[in-house]
């Protein structure tokens, strides 16, 4: 996911469907100045890490933000700044106090 992301156009993307409207491709790709085959290439790896869903309405596909990966992502980011905080203030505590 966060290689999905790492890609300006992508999260350009990305933001755009995060209002939670859903967009077809011919919307994203007017609004994106770019080909409907170079957005429908970001889309499927935005899809494939979860953080779209494709719908087909009639003949017409729609892509639409999915909140539950980004939710899992924000908890792990929060593990992660948890254990970064907790090893900063051992050694905030070692640099001022002089214990360990």
């Known amino acids: 996911m966060f290689a999905a992301l790492g890609d300006p156009t992508r999260l350009a993307i990305f933001d755009r469907l995060a209002d ?4 077809s491709i011919s919307v994203l790709s007017d609004d994106a100045d770019m080909t ?17 869903q494709n719908h087909r309405v009639g003949r017409e596909s729609q ?29 905030k505590s070692f ?5 360990a």
């Open 95 to 99: 640099v001022e106090d002089g214990e």
């Open 63 to 91: 892509y639409a933000f999915c909140p539950e990966q980004l939710a899992e992502a924000r908890a792990y980011l929060d593990q992660v700044a948890g254990r970064w905080e907790s090893a900063l203030m051992r050694l």
């Open 20 to 23: 939670g409207k859903p967009r």
């Open 36 to 52: 409907r085959q170079a957005v429908t290439k970001h889309l499927r790896v935005l899809e494939a890490a979860g953080l779209v």
